[in-house]
């Protein structure tokens, strides 16, 4: 197994049935029901130095993936933070540490990009908190939600 950086620029394509299997495993207690990624967004991002794909490979096969954002933290002036967008790795590789690894790579590259901190948002129905845990990471505060919209193409 490999883990590198790559650009989702060029790979995008080739991460639509990881990226199907992942809006399944996440849809749950999420408010908008079509999985609808603002790819432009991404690549404008991408584009800026500010985001970038930490992919897991075996034999080539792409297998898990990180989607890392790092940037000016906006309540500390001058400093920079590191925000794990998006992880998941493929069902049939889950009992082999692959998140971990993923997470200990997003970790080494944001140091280098002069990150002072590294954040992850975890869904409230998934089982992450071992990882997390595992990896020494602290829980510093917690995200509430309400949903706004109901109606159609909403749950």
């Known amino acids: 197994m490999e883990i590198s950086i790559e650009y989702l620029s060029y790979m995008k394509d080739e991460m639509t049935d990881l990226l199907t299997r ?7 207690g999420h408010p908008i029901s079509s999985f609808n990624p603002d790819w432009e967004q991404y690549i404008s991002l991408e584009s800026q130095g500010l985001h970038c794909m930490v992919v897991a490979r075996d034999d080539g096969k792409l297998i898990g993936y990180l989607s ?9 002036k001058g400093e920079k933070i590191s925000t794990i967008d998006a992880i998941y790795t493929d069902r049939d590789y889950r009992e082999k540490s692959i998140g971990s690894d993923l997470v200990i790579y997003a970790e ?21 908190n071992k990882l997390v845990e595992d990896l020494e990471f ?11 919209i109901e109606g159609e193409g909403h749950v």
Not at 68 to 76: P, Y
Not at 138 to 148: G, M, P, S, T, W
């Open 68 to 76: 890392l954002i790092t940037g000016s933290d906006i309540h500390h």
């Open 138 to 148: 602290k829980c510093i505060e917690r995200v509430f939600a309400k949903d706004l």
């Open 108 to 128: 080494t590259y944001s140091k280098e990009q002069g990150a002072y901190r590294l954040s992850i948002t975890l869904h409230e129905h998934l089982p992450h």
């Open 22 to 28: 992942h809006s399944e495993d996440v849809k749950e």
